[in-house]
């Protein structure tokens, strides 16, 4: 027996070997096949080698050894791909873009025998293809993350008893128990107990909201406090989350591909060439002087000229903690003339914090106030009891236990504290406890209110002492980051949230912006921003949270606040600012104007140099080989004027 063992044993081992073989060769063959089989990977090592080759023909090392000249396999590796791809376009749908002129070019040069042009040619409009390539390259993995919010499983409850099935298997008028802590699986209406609900992934509301027998409730949100029996109204695709996925996907197929500068402006270089190099032909009777000017045509600086920038954009803005993910982005940012932007997160903190202490007696002080609250809510899972506890802990008072506490949801907390009865809720909870509340105080209570805050009162047994106001307060630097923007030349801002009138235009008016669309769900959020595209608006989403996905998706640019934000918001926004820090959006305006004021030096640099070396081709000063390097030199101009924004600093 031990020998079949040790034979097991070994026979075990050696598959194991074996496996483990297998399994380093299969990654070795994998890291292979990432770098130069597949994609991006390959088209960089050909085009490396390409220009290794070129080097071998610019010096002739292996003239006496190859009975032809090296550059063909540059032709053959960079010339190929540009060869079919204009061929492709022009047979199927008559599409003459830049390498249309480039492939006429890099057969007018080998007819002649300049081989060396030829691959050149080639090889500069292949590096281009790359330098685009890596800045509009996009994850797009936003709609998994949506899903993945679902949860899997629901408890129903069945005459039997509770049952945990499948979400899938859940249908419509399934009475399903939801105990603290769970995600709701489905969209439904409360018909049994009452809770607080966390549903800032559907509306982006900062607040937790109380909900009661007859409220809805929706898939993926979180249940905080109490038990809760909801029956099902929508289940599988016809949930809010399932909504907001097919949004995001729409509104993603509504975004235009971006169409390259050099590509429009093939329809006119194409034929330009075509006639300077049969009219050149025709009066001078040498065909080197024909194919040197379609060469010197060809737009290898102009392809260069907007990726190096973008690239160079791109990097800065890296530096500086901000993640553009696609030249596009850059290109639609530098247009914008529309922001809007979220308020839960994005221009407030998104946590709710006591405001200010209304003492409304001469002989309660604030901190006495604080100090009785703090109490009452000290064993509170209320976000509002908890902003309360922290405020008096940061204030260094005595918190003791209270002797006992009764939570009220939806209403506030009743407590016991040195054998006196203190209630610390909203109004309606004070008067249901015989509290009298006089109108001059309900004056006070309502002004707040409307300034957005919530406001709790404090009481001991039924003698109100004070108020106490919590809010979501906004971040330190967003009034002047929206007066400088406003600086920059965007003066048409918005904000649009979930959150209700009065808080929305609260935070407004304090940071300085003047239209507000409050209570707005996901697809509200779209239909405003569609309306602002439709009157000829560039919009740009500025947001946070998963509910912001859509709006990002339609918006012209959308800004995520990656720090805070939900990951599916950062992989759907075009732009994630890898802080919360909002002053960085004025500085990446100034930056994306300053690309696009780059690219057009470029291209004008890059025009220049080719109509220059049209005319000394013409004369018949250079031949196809000057022609090129001229070329060179003109990309070497443009890529030197793009390096420029490197550490170039915004000023504002």
């Known amino acids: 027996m031990d020998n079949t063992v040790k034979e097991i044993n070994k026979d075990d081992t050696e598959v194991e070997f074996i496996h483990r073989n297998k399994v380093k060769s299969n990654e070795k063959t994998s890291i292979i096949r990432k770098y130069f089989l597949e994609g991006e990977g390959r088209t960089i090592a050909l085009t490396s080698l390409s220009g290794v080759f070129l080097v071998i023909s610019w010096f002739g090392w292996l003239n006496n050894t190859l009975p032809f000249d090296v550059a063909w396999f540059s032709i053959l590796i960079s010339g190929t791909p540009i060869l079919h791809a204009a061929v492709k376009g022009f047979l199927r749908s008559f599409d003459i873009k830049a390498g249309v002129l480039v492939s006429i070019a890099l057969i007018a040069s080998i007819i002649i025998g300049e081989y060396f042009a030829a691959g050149e040619i080639a090889f500069i409009m292949m590096l281009g293809e790359i330098l685009e390539d890596r800045t509009v390259a996009k994850a797009k993995k936003g709609i998994k993350k949506l899903i993945q919010l679902s949860p899997e499983m629901g408890r129903i409850r069945t005459p039997l008893g509770e049952k945990s099935i499948a979400v899938e298997e859940i249908k419509v008028g399934d009475l399903l128990l939801i105990k603290p802590g769970e995600a709701i699986p489905v969209d439904g209406v409360i018909i049994n107990g009452k809770s607080t609900i966390n549903q800032s992934i559907i509306t982006g509301e900062s607040m937790p909201i109380d909900k009661a027998i007859g409220d809805e409730v929706f898939v993926g949100t979180l249940n905080q406090l109490g038990v ?56 001078t009777r040498d065909i080197t002087r024909a194919v ?61 914090e006591v405001i200010d202490i209304i003492s409304l007696h001469e002989d309660c002080t604030e901190d006495g106030i604080l100090e009785i609250a703090a109490i009452a809510e000290k064993f509170s899972e209320h976000p509002l009891g ?267």
């Open 228 to 283: 809760i029996e909801v029956k099902a109204t929508k289940v599988g695709e016809d949930t809010s989350l399932s909504k907001l996925i097919r949004l995001v996907k729409e509104a993603e197929e509504k975004k235009a591909p971006v169409v390259r500068l050099a590509d429009k402006m093939a329809t006119v270089i194409v034929p330009l060439a075509l006639i300077f190099s049969i009219i050149t032909y025709m009066v």
């Open 386 to 652: 908890k902003a309360i506890y922290k405020k008096a802990k940061e204030k260094s008072l005595d918190i003791p236990d209270p002797l006992a506490f009764d939570v009220q949801l939806g209403e506030g907390i009743i407590s016991r504290i040195n054998d006196e009865k203190v209630i610390v809720g909203n109004v309606k909870l004070l008067k249901e406890n015989k509290v009298k509340i006089s109108k001059e105080e309900m004056k006070i209570v309502e002004h707040h209110q409307h300034l957005g805050k919530t406001v709790m009162g404090v009481a001991v047994e039924e003698r109100i002492i004070g108020l106490i106001n919590v809010a979501d307060q906004v971040k330190n630097n967003v009034e002047k980051a929206i007066s400088d923007i406003k600086n920059i030349g965007i003066n048409n801002i918005l904000i649009l949230t979930g959150d209700n009138k009065n808080a929305a235009s609260w935070v407004a008016a304090k940071v300085g912006i003047e239209k507000v669309y409050a209570e707005q769900l996901p697809e509200g959020k779209v239909k405003v921003i569609a309306s602002q595209i439709k009157d000829n608006k560039k919009v740009c989403m500025v947001g946070d949270g998963i509910n912001d996905a859509p709006a990002f998706a339609r918006a012209d640019v959308g800004i995520a606040m990656a720090a805070l934000g939900a990951d599916v918001a950062v992989e759907t926004a075009d732009i994630a600012l890898m802080s919360d820090d909002i002053s960085k959006i004025p500085e990446l305006f100034v930056l994306t104007k300053k690309v696009l004021r780059t690219i057009k030096v470029n291209i004008g640099l890059s025009l220049t140099i080719n109509f220059v070396a049209i005319l000394l081709a013409a004369l018949g000063i250079i031949n196809p080989v000057m022609g090129a390097l001229i070329h060179n030199l003109g990309s070497i101009l443009v890529v030197m004027s793009s390096a420029t924004l490197i550490k170039y600093k915004a000023i504002i």
């Open 292 to 352: 040197t000017i379609l060469v010197v045509f060809c737009p290898c600086a102009l392809v260069l000229a907007t990726p190096t920038a973008i690239m160079a954009g791109i990097g800065n803005a890296a530096r500086k903690g901000i993640l553009i993910k696609s030249g596009e982005a850059m290109e639609n940012l530098g247009k914008v003339d529309t922001i809007t932007f979220d308020k839960t997160g994005t221009i407030t903190y998104g946590r709710p």
